[in-house]
Every structure is written in C-alpha cells, then in structure tokens.
C-alpha cells in the first residue's frame, strides 16, 4: 500500500458521507462525525505505519506530477491531524453551529474536511505547477464552503463572500504568474523551473514579473501581505473549527507549496535570486509589522488570532527568504516545517478554549476569558501556556520556532529584517499577555464552573503537553525534519 | 503577422482591465465578472506561450494542459460563487459591497 | 492617407465634446435644484411606477445554469482522452480507461448528489 491509497481513500470517504447523507437524511450527526473521525483516524495511523517505511513509494501514474520526500512526509503528517482535530472541534461544535444552517444538518461539515485533507495532501507532494494548482484549488473551493457554511449567521456569510472575492483575486494573479514563469523558464515543473534559472540565457524581466505574481498569489494563501487583509475579517465570521482549520490546514498547505516555490526561484546561480530575496524581506517584514501592530487594538479574540496569524505567516516567509541556516543546521524548509509543527498545538488549543467558551453560550470577546482561571483551572492553564507559546515565551514551543527564524536572520546578516522580526514579537508580547491577564482576573465575571466534556480535557491536556515537549526537548522533530547531512552538503558547497 | 508580443499586449490589457474591475466597482456580481477577466488572461498568456514555444514543429502543450484544469476549476469556483452570492442576495436583498461591512475590528 | 481619416477624428472630437459639455452643465445647473424623491422617480406618462423595470428571474435557473455549466466544462478532459485512447491503450495497458472511469463516477456522485438534494426539481 502506498501513501496514495490513503489520500484517495480520504476523498471517497468523503464523497460516500455526501451519497450516505443524500440518501438518508434522517442519519444522525453523530453517526456522521464517528464515520468521516473514524475515517480520518484510520487513515492516520495508517499513514504512520506506510511512511514509516522506506520504500513507500507512489504508484507509477502519479510519479511524473509527485515526489515524496521528507518535507512531503511530514506535511501530509500535519494535514491528517489537523484535519482529524478540526473534525473533533466541529463535532463539538455541533450543538450551536446546527443553529446556523437552514435545515439545522451539518452533513457537509464533516465530509468536506476530508477532501480538503486529500488535497492538503497531494499539494503537500506536488513538484510541478499544474499538480500544485489543481490540489490548491480543490483546497480554496472547498474552503469557500466551509467559511460561508453557517449562512443563517450574517457574519458567516460576509466572511464567506470576503473570502470568495479574495480568493479568486489570488487565483487569477497565480494563474498569471504562472503562465509569465512558463513564458521565461519554458516549464512548470520546479526542477525544470530551477534548471532554467540557473542559465543566463533566460530572460530576467518576464521570470521576475512571474516570480512576484506567483509569490503574490501563494501569499494570499498563507495570510502574508499584501493579500492579509481578509485574513481578521474572515477569521472572525467563519465558525471555529473553520477558523482552525483556515489557519493552520490551509496556512500549512501554502507554505509547502512556497516552500517548494522559493526554493526553485533562489536556486543556487538563480538569475532571479538576489531580487526574490530582497522580496520576500520585504513582503516577510511588512507582514510581522501588518500583523503585530494592528492586533493591539483587538478586542475579539478571534480577530487577534488572525492577527497573529498574519505575524506568524510573516516569520514563516523571512525564514523562506534567508535559505539555509547554518547555525540551526536546518534547511528554509525544515524550519518552516518546524514552526508549523509548533503553531499546530498552540493555535488550535486556543480554538478549542474558544469552542468551549462558545457551546457555554459565550462569547468570543477577551473579556469573555474573565474568570477563566476559576471557572475551569485546567482550561485557563492550557490555555496560558498557548498564548505563551504564541508569543514566543522560553520553553514552549513557539519560542524555538521564533528562535530558529531569528538565527538564519542573524546567519544572513539580514538586520532590517530582524528589527522588524523584533518589533513584531514585542508588540506580540503585549497583546498575548493582556489575553492571560484576562484569564486570571476575576472581575465581572461569573463563577459558575464551565461545562467541560472528558474529550475536551483531554485533548487540552494532550495539545499543553505537546507545547512544552516541543518547548523543552525540540530535537527529535528538528532531526526528522533535517537530515544533518543535506545541510553540510549544501553549506560546504556555498 | 501576429505576433507572441500581441497575444500577450492583450492578456495584459484584460488582466488591467479585470483588477481596476475588482478594485473600482460595486456590485459584487460584477466583481466576480472582472476576477473571471483576470483568469481568462491567464489562460490567454498561458496558451500563447505554449504555442509559441515550437520545438521539433509541435508547440509545447504542458501549458495548454494547464488551461483545461484553469477553466474547470474557473468552472467550480463561479458555481461556488454565485451560490454563496445567491445566499448574500437572499438575506440582505442586495449585492452591493455595502452589504458585507460589518466584520470590522 | 491619414487625411482620408479627419472627417472621422472631428466626428469623435464633437460627439464626445457634446456630451461632456452636456453632462457638466447639467451637473452644474442642476446642482442647485432641490432632489426629492418624487423628482428622482422614473417618469411614465404621469402614471406612477408600479414595480421594478427589470423583473427578478427564480433562483431555480441559476442553478440549473450552474450545474450545466459545471458537467458541460468537465467534457473538456474527455475530449483529450478520447483522441489519445486507442494509442494509448495499444502502447501502455487499459490504466487510461479506468482513469477516466473514476473520474467520470466522481461526477456521477456530484450529480446523485445534486438530484437527491432536490437541485433539480423545479417545482420547489
């Protein structure tokens, strides 16, 4: 059995729950949730016994379009459990979101992530453009839906046309960069993309005007500027699980895809490389800046965590920008994948703290934390240590990802950049730690202790206990991620 | 003669021409209209390259390839759309980019 | 044998002047006029209006248009097939039937599902 069979399993799986629903619509929501978790979970710890071997391979038909490597391996990891956390999340959810729907069903709601994942999946493998944009569009469309799913919410409904203008703005712009890189390059493939940057014969304009456009189209998928304005707006209307998921499945996604994307345009001898670079500082700088900044003023929690996205995406591209880091030993690719790695626990169990808040009939305001820590110590704990984290405290796992990015920054001398980096996570900081002090205030609030199920419990505990592995004891992942070898390889050939 | 040089004068006109669209207009339907522009430029782009670049005789077709996929997917995205769209219409009886100003910080 | 074309340059020259000049004036003059509704309203012979000019179509065919255009497009990668399937399938094995097999089921699903969800009943 190969990877492949998992990932076409995921989307039959999900179009069988669209036929189940079809044809039987009695079929109670709990049914529905056991099946496509099931699913998802079976399709987990089945992708750990295959890509745990060496000769998984991919069947011969999908080989010209798909590679699988390391990075591949480990974002098709992150997809499955993600989209496995967003299905529990929204099976949680389920109580309120049913509010929001015209017939009060939410059987979509939990066949649709699985076909997102398949295509997470297949992006996550992509080595050339045409792969890349069906499986990022299969991703987007599905997306569309699941943002503008609760339609009775006229909020849900304006974060889902936001994002759908959007979105297809991003999609035309990539499609135009595309075709500029093809019309310079003569390929679509990144290992021919980067060949035919390497030669100087190739014209420098046309590649340049590609390589902004394309960048420019992937950045919007990833919240970075100057496609980040959606990104609060869109945040605060979808439903929770929505939002988890738009924030680290589809964030992941894209930042595969740009990692793979960068890496061919600043290829060794790129004729484009030094330009691209001093792009994605720019881009990378006034995201940390265009996403710290503004998340001061918020007082939805939602809305300052689509601001910390935007910060995050912006770390994420100065990494993409410098390459290699030789004081990390990591490869661009390996720390991005790192931080993701990072970002996954922290953000989501802010999500589910929110969830929780939210079938308690709250809401999503900071002021609805109040009282937190009496209400729930557990809760309010967890939920600390992942604001901490989001700001990049010591020993959690956010800080080693803010750690690795700051060192390729210094590794490059990229000092613009690193006082931007900087700004960005003071001003991080700031807001974060007025969310904890929130948490632990008891002014105004209610004492009455929240309602908390044994699988919300659990998984708090379980997504705490990640961050500060991940915070204390960092190696293990940093060593899947990075082979030692690759990168003394690429280093002593600088 | 017509040349690689005019296909692409074209592409970049309708690519302008859907961007000030999307950036100056009010209807939202209108907007979806001038994004379609901005997709169909690309594929225009996509496909004068291709037939331009000649080697052995026969155009190259990866990219052509590359259009069959944009237009489906062009396809899917305008069916999404419109029927989100059609759901905006029906709460707020209007598609103007007035009607979705609420979410603001 | 650009002189042949100044009749038509002076053409354009007064016709766009014309309605600029038209248009500022009525713009300046009739800055001063009180607006009200009534003024504002279309004229109909002195009748007034009864409903909007242009009436609403269903929403019914939206959707059918979409789902049409939607299956329609999908040809597109049937057309490619078809002329390549006798070669393909002489030099490398049937693999090419069943691929398009499975990716026409998946529009049959796409289909099941629109017609059990009652996009195609145009009664309601």
């Known amino acids: 059995m190969s990877v492949f069979t998992i990932e076409a399993f995921l989307a039959i799986l999900g179009l069988v729950l669209l036929m189940i629903e079809a044809f039987a619509p009695d079929i109670s929501r709990r049914t529905l949730a056991a099946l496509s978790i099931g699913g998802t979970a079976l399709a987990l710890v089945l992708f750990f016994t295959v890509a745990s071997h060496e000769t998984s391979s991919l069947p011969a038909f999908v080989q010209p379009w798909m590679k699988l490597d390391s990075l591949a391996i480990f974002y098709k990891g992150l997809s499955l459990v993600i989209t496995l956390l967003v299905l529990w999340l929204m099976h949680e959810c389920a109580p309120y979101l049913s509010k929001y729907t015209v017939d009060g069903r939410l059987s979509e709601l939990f066949s649709l992530p699985l076909i997102v994942c398949a295509g997470m999946m297949w992006m996550a493998a992509a080595t050339d453009l045409v792969t890349v944009f069906v499986a990022l569009e299969l991703v987007t469309v599905s997306f569309y839906v699941l943002v503008a799913f609760a339609r009775k919410s006229n909020l849900a409904l304006e974060a889902g046309v936001k994002y759908l203008i959007l979105g297809a703005l991003s999609t035309g712009i990539l499609v135009f960069g595309i075709a500029w890189i093809y019309g310079a390059t003569g390929s679509l493939s990144f290992e021919g993309i980067s060949a035919a940057l390497a030669k100087p014969e190739t014209s420098k304009v046309p590649a340049l005007l590609g390589a902004a456009f394309l960048l420019a189209g992937l950045g919007f998928k990833v919240a970075a500027a100057p496609f980040q304005s959606w990104v609060p707006d869109v945040y605060q209307g979808a439903p929770i699980p929505v939002t988890t998921f738009l924030s680290v499945g589809s964030k992941a996604a894209g930042f595969v895809v740009l990692t793979r994307t960068v890496e061919a345009l600043i290829g060794e001898h790129s004729i484009i490389g030094p330009e691209v670079k001093a792009l994605l500082l720019v881009l990378g700088a006034l995201t940390v800046l265009l996403g710290s900044l503004p998340a001061i003023f918020q007082q939805s929690v939602k809305r300052l965590l689509g601001y910390s996205s935007i910060s995050h995406a912006g770390y994420l591209i100065l990494a993409l920008a410098c390459g290699d880091s030789i004081r990390t030993g990591m490869t661009s690719g390996g720390i991005v994948a790192f931080y993701l790695a990072t970002y996954l626990p922290m953000t989501v169990l802010a999500f589910l703290v929110l969830a929780v808040l939210r079938v308690n009939g709250q809401g999503e305001d900071i002021r609805d934390f109040r009282g937190l820590g009496k209400r729930s110590p557990l809760l309010a704990l967890a939920l600390t240590l992942a604001l901490a984290s989001l700001a990049g405290l010591p020993l959690t796992a956010g800080f080693m990802g803010k750690l690795f990015v700051f060192f390729s920054l210094v590794d490059h001398a990229y000092w613009g950049a690193l006082v931007c980096a900087t700004i960005g996570a003071a001003a991080g900081f700031y807001y974060y730690f007025r969310a904890i002090v929130a948490i632990y205030s008891t002014e105004g609030s209610s004492n009455e202790p929240l309602k908390l199920n044994i699988a919300s419990k659990v998984g708090a505990t379980v997504l705490a206990v990640v961050i500060v592995v991940l915070g204390v004891y960092p190696k293990p992942l940093q060593h899947t991620l990075t082979k030692p070898v690759e990168v003394a390889a690429k280093a002593s050939a600088h | 003669m017509i040349t690689l040089n005019h296909y692409l004068v074209v592409s970049g006109i309708l690519f302008s021409l859907g961007l000030a669209g999307v950036i100056a207009r009010r209807n939202i339907l209108i907007i979806y209209m001038c994004l379609e522009m901005m997709l169909s430029a690309g594929n225009l782009a996509l496909v004068a390259f291709s037939r331009f670049r000649v080697t052995d005789g026969l155009p190259d077709y990866t990219a052509q390839s590359l259009v069959f996929f944009t237009i489906t997917v062009a396809a899917a995205e305008v069916a999404v759309g419109l029927a989100i769209i059609v759901a905006l219409f029906r709460t707020k009886q209007s598609v103007d980019v007035e009607a979705v100003t609420k979410l603001q910080g | ?124």
């Not at chain 3, 354009?12 to 607006?35: C, E, N, P």
């Not at chain 3, 078809?82 to 049937?94: E, L, M, Q």
Request: aromatic letters at 16%.
């Open chain 3, 1 to 124: 044998m650009l002189e042949n074309y100044l009749p038509v340059l002076l053409q354009i020259v007064i016709a766009s002047g014309f309605a600029a000049v038209t248009l500022l004036i009525s713009v300046l003059v009739g800055r001063s006029a009180k607006r009200t509704a009534i003024k504002d309203s279309s004229y109909e012979c002195g009748m007034l209006p009864l409903q909007e000019g242009q009436p609403r179509f269903s929403v019914k065919f939206y959707i059918v248009a979409m789902l049409f255009v939607l299956f329609d497009i999908e040809v597109v990668f049937l057309y490619p097939w078809s002329v390549i399937y006798k070669d393909y399938i002489a030099a490398h094995g049937a693999g090419i039937f069943f691929s398009a097999l499975s990716f026409v089921s998946i529009l049959g699903v796409a289909f099941v599902y629109a017609w059990r969800k009652g996009a195609l009943n145009w009664r309601n």
